[in-house]
C-alpha cells in the first residue's frame, strides 16, 4: 500500500513520460492486460490511455487493472491511468522511495 508521500512522488515522475497503452472499446482485454503487465515487469510506472470510445472511465479500468495484476492505483487525470508494481526483474533501475 502506497502512503500519500510515495503516490505523490509516482504522479510527479508519471507526469514526465507518455502514455505507452492505449485502450479502445474493446476496454480491459486479455492482451491489453498482458501489455500492461509487460510494461509494468520493465518499468515498474505505465501511463496507460483510454480513448473516447472505450465504454467505461479511466478510473473503472484503473481499478480492475489494479485488481488484476496486483498493481497499486497511483492516479486518474481525465482519460489517462497510472499503475505502479515493483519489478522482481533484474538488471533494471528501480524506483526508489
Known sequence: MLNSKQRAKLRSLASTISATTIMG???????????IDRELTAREL????????????ARD???Q????????QV???????VLYRRSNKQGIKHIEF
Not at 25 to 35: P, R
Not at 66 to 72: G, H, I, N, S, V
Not at 75 to 81: L, P, V
Open 25 to 35: 472499446k474493446d476496454g480491459l482485454t486479455d492482451t491489453v492486460l498482458a501489455q
Open 46 to 57: 505505465v501511463k496507460v490511455s483510454v480513448l473516447e470510445t472505450a465504454e467505461e472511465s
Open 61 to 63: 479500468y484503473l481499478i
Open 65 to 72: 487493472a489494479a485488481e488484476a495484476l496486483k498493481a497499486e
Open 75 to 81: 492516479c486518474f487525470i481525465g482519460k489517462k491511468f
